[in-house]
Each structure stands twice: as structure tokens, then as C-alpha cells.
């Protein structure tokens, strides 16, 4: 079976431009996460979403990010216009509905705005 | 406020010697625990965690981990360190079920490093 994917890797772009994570969660998880750890600092939380609806949004930094799971399968997560703080590794994380799982994490996508 | 605590954002360790790694928590609700390895180039791996029951869990790689709940604790333990067990270790608590939004609070972190 496969787990969480995440594309593309590596992103190196300039303050400005736009770039767009992908997460393709494991097949038939319902929940998906995105999660950010910017260098040196704790993993932290993004949103939630619920097949294609978002659970919980508190986490999202501010209206430069848009994360989007239509069809209730892989979600993109937008960064329009990226800033230099933007910077880090964005992992996705998937898991189950109902019952007590973890959450399986991708590999998550390194960002570098310079 | 909720948070997790990581006391140790390094250690090294000789190859053969046991290795405690620390994690203490504060959260409201009975917290569901978890401790995740990142490998160089990996993604997050699960090495164990506890949602009820014996307080002592057991997890893959050799490793283990004990709550204790009267010191708000989830460390994690090895008898016998690997040159593959270098990597950063994070500790998380979250809530799962009931509704709730399931996000986990994860600690700063601790790089593992490990000496021939």
C-alpha cells in the first residue's frame, strides 16, 4: 500500500512567486493534515480537512495560503505571493475516520524562499 | 496552553549505550501520545504510542516509552543505541475522537547523534 505522497520535494522560488504543494494522503483516509515546521522550530499544525471539507483551519498563517482537497482526495496547499517566512518543510499527514489511529506523515516538501 | 517540552535539542550517544529522550506535556484533556523519528531524507515514522492502558508501550526499532501521568511525562527509551537509530525525534500529544480536530502538538524536537 501506499503512503503519503508528497510533491514535488524541494521548491526553491523568489519572494513573490507562487507555489503550490501537493499531498496525496493514503487511499480511503478520510482526514488529512497539513502540518509546517519552520527551521529550528516545532512541527506545526495548518488545517484539518474532513474528505473535502476543512475541520479546522486555526492554524493557517494568514490569506497568502489557500488549501484546497476537492474531491475529498489529494489537497494542494497554495502560497500566493510567498515571503521569505514562509520557509520550511510542509508535511501532510493522513489517517483514517472514526476510531483511535495515528497519522501517517509524508515526507514532507521543503520550501525555500529566497 | 497546550504545549510539549523537549528539553534536549541534542544528545550523543556511543553506539551500545542506552539513550533516555525526554518529553513532558501540558494538556487539558487526557492526552493521547505519540513519539515520530525523521530519518535524513525520511519522512515522519511512528515509533510508538499510547492511548490507554499499560503505561508502558512498546514500539518498533527496540524502543519503548512510559507515561506517567503524575509527572506528565511520555519518555522515550532504548537499552541498546544503533548507528541507525541517528535521526530527530519528536514528541506529540493530541486528542483523537469525540469530534475533535485531531491535530497533534508536537515538541521542538531532538537530533540523536550516535559515536562508533
Known amino acids: 500500500e501506499a503512503g503519503v505522497t508528497q510533491f514535488p520535494s524541494h521548491s526553491v522560488i523568489e519572494k513573490g512567486q507562487t507555489v503550490t504543494l501537493r499531498c496525496d494522503p493514503i487511499s480511503g483516509h478520510d482526514n488529512l493534515y497539513w502540518y509546517r515546521r519552520v527551521m529550528g522550530k516545532e512541527i506545526k499544525f495548518l488545517l484539518h480537512f474532513v474528505k473535502e471539507s476543512k475541520q479546522d483551519e486555526s492554524g493557517m498563517p494568514n490569506n497568502r495560503f489557500l488549501a484546497e482537497r476537492t474531491g475529498g482526495t489529494y489537497s494542494t496547499l497554495k502560497v500566493q505571493p510567498a515571503e521569505l517566512e514562509d520557509s520550511g518543510v510542509y508535511f501532510c499527514?493522513?489517517?483514517?475516520?472514526?476510531?483511535?489511529?495515528?497519522?501517517?506523515f509524508g515526507q514532507g516538501t521543503r520550501l525555500t524562499v529566497v | 496552553a497546550q504545549s510539549v517540552t523537549q528539553p534536549d535539542i541534542h544528545i550523543t550517544v556511543s553506539e551500545g549505550a542506552s539513550l533516555e529522550l525526554r518529553c513532558n506535556y501540558s494538556?487539558?484533556?487526557?492526552?493521547?501520545l505519540f513519539w515520530y523519528v525523521q530519518s535524513p531524507g525520511q519522512g515522519l515514522q511512528l515509533l510508538l504510542k499510547?492511548?490507554?492502558?499499560?503505561?508502558l508501550v512498546q514500539g518498533i526499532k527496540g524502543f519503548e516509552a512510559e507515561f506517567k501521568r503524575s509527572q506528565s511525562s511520555f519518555n522515550l527509551r532504548k537499552p541498546s543505541v544503533h548507528w541507525s537509530d541517528a535521526a530527530e525525534y519528536f514528541c506529540?500529544?493530541?486528542?483523537?475522537?469525540?469530534?475533535?480536530?485531531?491535530?497533534?502538538?508536537f515538541g521542538t524536537g531532538t537530533l540523536l547523534a550516535v559515536q562508533p
Open positions: 506529540a500529544v493530541g486528542a483523537l475522537g469525540g469530534g475533535a480536530t485531531n491535530k497533534l502538538i
Open positions: 494538556y487539558g484533556a487526557t492526552p493521547y
Open positions: 499510547y492511548f490507554s492502558g499499560d503505561t
Open positions: 499527514a493522513s489517517s483514517p475516520l472514526g476510531g483511535l489511529t495515528e497519522a501517517f
